[in-house]
Each structure stands twice: as structure tokens, then as C-alpha cells.
């Protein structure tokens, strides 16, 4: 069956950097995009980041155009979301998705 696995959180001061990743499993990761979402206590689910099934196109929330960057590895089964100069208000749990398929998340805290 179809696993998205979401690692790499943590707790980061303002202006820190993380990456996080998300492992998959039972598809052809290959042929399907990749999406990055993330939801803060009491908000909404958010659309991050996405990235075409071969790597060459991504698209991102203004609210994150510069300072993150969606990348895959797909000999790894692999998506990653590298962010720096991160705010307060970045803080949330990042879940990865694709298709009609979400991981469960991991969570990202920013503060001093």
C-alpha cells in the first residue's frame, strides 16, 4: 500500500534552517508529483510547496518563494523540502502528498 513517511522536524530558533524529508513507498514514485502542506494549530491545511514527477518544475506559496525549495531524489523514493530563514509563523505539522495520499506529518516548531 501506498506510505508516505515525514521526518526531519524539530524545534528551530527564527532564522534557523531544517530540511525535511518524506520517504515513500508502494507506487511508482517516479511517474507523481509531489506535494508539501503544512497546518498550524487552529488554521487551515496550507499548500507549500510541489514538485513535478521528474524535478524540473516546482511551485511554491508566496509565503515561502525564497527561502524554501522542494527537491526529489527518486532512486531514493524520496521528496524534501529544505527551509531556511524560518519565522514563528512557519511553525506547523508538514505533511507530504501525493495523488489522493498524505503522510502523516512532522512537526515543526519555531521559536527562541
Known amino acids: 500500500q501506498v506510505q508516505l513517511v515525514e521526518s526531519g522536524g524539530g524545534l528551530v530558533q527564527p532564522g534557523g534552517s531544517l530540511t525535511l524529508s518524506c520517504a515513500a513507498s508502494?507506487?511508482?514514485?517516479?511517474?507523481?508529483?509531489m506535494g508539501w502542506y503544512r497546518q498550524a494549530p487552529g488554521k487551515e491545511r496550507q499548500f507549500v510547496a510541489r514538485?513535478?514527477?521528474?524535478?524540473?518544475?516546482?511551485f511554491y506559496a508566496d509565503s515561502v518563494k525564497g527561502r524554501f525549495t522542494i527537491f526529489r531524489d527518486n532512486a531514493k523514493k524520496t521528496v524534501y523540502l529544505q527551509m531556511t530563514s524560518l519565522k514563528p509563523e512557519d511553525a506547523a505539522i508538514y505533511c507530504c502528498?501525493?495523488?489522493?495520499?498524505w503522510g502523516r506529518g512532522t512537526q515543526v516548531t519555531v521559536s527562541s
Open positions: 508502494g507506487f511508482t514514485f517516479s511517474d507523481y508529483a
Open positions: 514538485i513535478s514527477p521528474s524535478g524540473n518544475i516546482t
Open positions: 502528498q501525493t495523488d489522493q495520499y
